[in-house]
C-alpha cells in the first residue's frame, strides 16, 4: 500500500508489527507514534494500529532527498499492531494483505521470542507481498544484564534470511526511530525502482522499435513490374 490518497497527505504505507506476546511490540508503537511508554500495557487483542504523519522536510527528510523527489510531499505511517497470542493469529493474517513493511520483534531476555522468529517468517512470508521489507528488531535492550539472545545472533540470523537488523529499547527510545526509518526508506527504495522501470517501459512502448527496417514497396499490390519492349 503505497499510493496518493487525500489532500491530507501524498502517500501510505502499511507496516506490520509482528512478533511472540510480550516482546514489546505496543510499546514499540506507542514510542514511535506518540513518544509514550506505558510499563503497565496489556497484550493486544486482534489488531490495533496508530497513524503518524510525516513531512518530508521534517522526520523523513533522508528518506525523500534519497531521490530529490517529492519535496514537501507528506507520507502517513500506518503501522499495525498485531496480536502475539496463537489465538488471534488467525485474526491477524488478513492483515498482512497490503502491507509494504514489516517489523519483526523478539525480546532479547527470552530465547524462545528468538527461535520463534523462523515461525513468524514463515507466516509471514505465505500471506504478503514477495517484496515486503522486513526488518528484525532485538527489543529491550536496556536489560543487557538479562540478556538470553547475544547480538551476533540477531544479526547472523537476520543476515541469513536477507533482513535488516537492530536492538531497540522502547523504555529508552533506542533505535525506535531509527528502525522505521530504514524500513520507509527501504520501502521508498523499491518504489522508485518499480516507477522508474514503468516509465522506461511506457517510454519503450511510445517511440517506434529501432533496428527494424520496413520496406513500403514490399506489400502484395506493390509487387515490382519488368520493364516493358516496345
Excluded at 499492531?81 to 527470552?110: C, F, H, M, N, P
Aim: neutral net charge.
Amino acid at each position: 500500500m503505497a499510493h496518493r490518497v487525500d489532500h491530507e497527505y501524498d502517500y501510505l504505507f502499511k507496516i506490520v508489527l509482528i512478533g511472540d506476546s510480550g516482546v514489546g511490540k505496543s510499546n514499540i508503537l506507542s514510542r514511535y507514534t506518540r513518544n509514550e511508554f506505558c510499563l503497565e500495557s496489556k497484550s493486544t487483542i486482534g489488531v490495533e494500529f496508530a497513524t503518524r504523519t510525516l513531512q518530508a522536510m521534517g522526520a523523513l527528510v533522508v528518506v525523500w532527498s534519497l531521490a530529490n523527489l517529492v519535496e514537501g510531499k507528506t507520507v502517513k505511517a500506518q503501522i499495525w499492531d498485531t496480536a502475539g497470542q496463537e489465538r488471534y493469529r488467525a485474526i491477524t493474517s488478513a492483515y498482512y494483505r497490503g502491507a509494504v513493511g514489516a517489523l519483526l520483534v523478539y525480546d532479547i531476555t527470552k530465547r524462545q521470542t528468538f527461535d520463534n522468529v523462523q515461525r513468524w517468517l514463515r507466516e509471514l512470508r505465505d500471506h504478503a507481498d514477495s517484496n515486503i521489507v522486513i526488518m528484525m528488531a532485538g527489543n529491550k535492550s536496556d536489560l543487557n544484564h538479562l540478556r538470553a539472545v547475544s547480538d551476533d545472533d540477531g544479526r547472523s540470523l537476520a543476515e541469513r534470511e536477507g533482513l535488516s537488523f537492530l536492538e531497540t529499547s522502547a523504555l529508552e527510545a533506542t533505535n525506535i526511530e531509527k528502525a522505521f526509518q530504514t524500513i520507509l526508506t527501504e520501502i521508498y527504495h523499491i518504489i522508485s525502482k518499480k516507477a522508474l522501470a514503468a516509465q522506461e517501459a511506457a517510454t519503450n512502448t511510445a517511440l517506434p522499435g529501432q533496428g527494424t527496417t520496413i520496406n513500403v514497396n514490399d506489400g502484395p499490390g506493390n509487387a515490382k513490374k519488368g520493364c516493358c519492349s516496345t
